[in-house]
């Protein structure tokens, strides 16, 4: 995998006094299961700060695409970490979100297709495609030290040294619900027991896998947002985030 680089005139270098463009590094890592609002969290803690996205899940989606388009079956972790290998993924953090190229072009809506839900997890539950992306994911943040960085063991496993972790928790309902909700607005019927049915199937594989299951990380702050909207649990995040002259 690639990363694009970074125009040094990136806006997003200059929004706040606490930016990028700080000398001490920050690592931020938003772990937590699916539903959580970890994507639209790191989006907008980024835009505070100034900092760069790193969507893991999203390099996870795009090997189940690749297990999908070449007809690998999605535990056979070698192949498609292979398959990883010999493809180009890149991460475009000049654009507005950051996107993940593959092959050259924008997956966009099949990285959340269907097919590719049914099987992301297994894929991610595959010892070498984790070794793999872990590599890949160490190796963008040491070309870009200013990151929020969002998946499910990025504050445990990738990054257990980040200067700032945090764990977002929400009840299954509640996460089945905002999952409708977002499918209801592009336009398709989903049936609400089936997203929750799915979210639960997920939370079991994602937390009984033997390779880095989901769990919170020691020392990061848990955030419960059943109750809270996607502001006020960027507002506690920002309030436990050192300023430069704090950090390690």
Request: glycine share 6%; no cysteine; hydrophobic share 40%.
């Amino acid at each position: 995998m690639r990363t694009m680089p970074v125009p040094s005139d990136d806006p997003a270098r200059t929004r706040s006094s606490r930016d990028a463009g700080a000398a001490s590094p920050l690592i931020v890592t938003i772990d937590g299961p699916a539903g959580t609002g970890k994507s639209t969290v790191a989006q907008r803690v980024a835009e505070r700060l100034g900092l760069m996205v790193l969507d893991t899940g999203a390099m996870y989606r795009a090997a189940a695409l690749l297990a999908i388009r070449l007809e690998i079956d999605p535990s056979d972790g070698p192949a498609i970490a292979k398959v990883i290998e010999t493809h180009v993924m890149e991460v475009d953090f000049t654009a507005d979100p950051p996107s993940l190229q593959l092959d050259g072009a924008d997956p966009g809506e099949e990285l959340r297709s269907r097919e590719v839900e049914a099987i992301v997890s297994i894929v991610a539950a595959q010892p070498e495609v984790r070794r793999r992306l872990v590599a890949v994911q160490r190796a963008i943040a040491a070309s870009h030290p200013h990151l929020v960085t969002e998946g499910r063991d990025q504050g445990s496993v990738v990054f257990p040294d980040a200067q700032a972790r945090f764990y977002l928790t929400a009840s299954s309902a509640i996460r089945a619900k905002r999952r409708v909700d977002q499918l209801r607005r592009k336009g398709q019927s989903p049936d609400p027991v089936e997203i929750r049915e799915g979210i639960e199937a997920r939370d079991r594989l994602d937390a009984g896998r033997s390779d880095a299951p989901l769990t919170r990380p020691v020392g990061a702050i848990e955030i419960d947002t059943d109750e809270l909207g996607f502001d006020e649990v960027v507002d506690r995040m920002i309030e436990s985030i050192p300023a430069p002259g704090e950090r390690a």
